[in-house]
């Protein structure tokens, strides 16, 4: 049980490397906004790895509803 639970961290670490990688080299790219929390520099090597609570880019259209009412 102990062996598996590694082998799993071992695997997800490595995903998360890959996926990090291939972000480098642009061949996968976040349309999360900037206030997103895989955006912090630390945290954006679980990007790929762990995909909830992202906080979508707002469109242009949210942008201006966003300026000029606060609801
Ligand atoms: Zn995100």
């Excluded at 062996?3 to 976040?30: I, Q």
């Amino acid at each position: 049980m102990k062996r598996a639970l590694a082998l799993l961290a071992a695997l997800y670490l490595l995903a998360a490397a890959g996926s990090g990688l291939a972000e480098r080299f642009g061949a996968l790219a976040c349309g999360c906004a900037d206030e997103c929390w895989c955006r912090r520099p630390g945290l954006n090597r679980l990007r790929w790895v762990f995909p909830w609570h992202h906080l979508p880019r707002p469109t242009p259209a949210q942008k201006k509803d966003l300026g000029s009412a606060h609801s």
